[in-house]
């Protein structure tokens, strides 16, 4: 019997256009075969801190954009980085401030930005750096 272990990666993608949620999911379901990928898509802020928050915070990347209503994607990141620090982020969007960005990057609320539109290489190799930066490693045994 050949058992094959696969890294375990749960991501949450938060944005509010289903259509991005679903090509985000579509990209990493596609490129990133070497992961056991658990993936839950939010199109809100407030939908997405529930799940975290019903997770215990165990959740290893978020895939956020910045600008949508209710809570802003700045709010959120926020909030998650101070209650869960070992949460990796990438901002996912057409409209942040440059000003914005680099406050988060100094203050490392942020892993990666990129953006939109992007292209399915340039978003996967931003998802595998970070990956490759996080210490959690989590076995998903068949």
Same mark, same amino acid.
């Not at 942040?96 to 539109?117: C, N, S, T, W, Y």
């Not at 996967?124 to 998903?140: A, G, S, T």
């Given at each position: ?28 379901? %596609? ?24 997770? %215990?915070?165990?959740?290893? $990347? ?15 990141i926020e909030y998650v980085?101070?209650n869960y620090p070992h ?17 988060? $990057? ?6 990666? $930005?990129?953006?939109?539109? $992007?292209?399915e290489n340039e978003y ?19």
């Open positions: 019997m050949n058992l094959r272990m696969k890294m375990k990666k749960i991501i949450l993608v938060v944005d509010d256009k289903r259509d991005i949620r679903s090509f985000i999911r579509a990209i990493l379901e %596609n490129s990133l075969s070497e992961y056991f990928l658990e993936i839950i898509s939010m199109p809100s802020s407030d939908i997405a801190l529930q799940e975290i928050e019903r997770r %215990n915070g165990n959740i290893d $990347f978020i895939s956020t954009n910045i600008h949508r209503s209710g809570i802003n994607g700045y709010t959120f980085k101070a949460i990796k982020i990438l901002v996912c969007s057409a409209h942040a401030q440059i000003a914005d960005l680099e406050k988060m $990057f100094k203050e490392h609320l942020v892993d990666g $930005f990129i953006r939109k539109p $992007f292209r996967k190799n931003k998802v595998r750096n970070i990956f490759d930066m996080q210490n959690l490693v989590r076995l998903n045994l068949p």
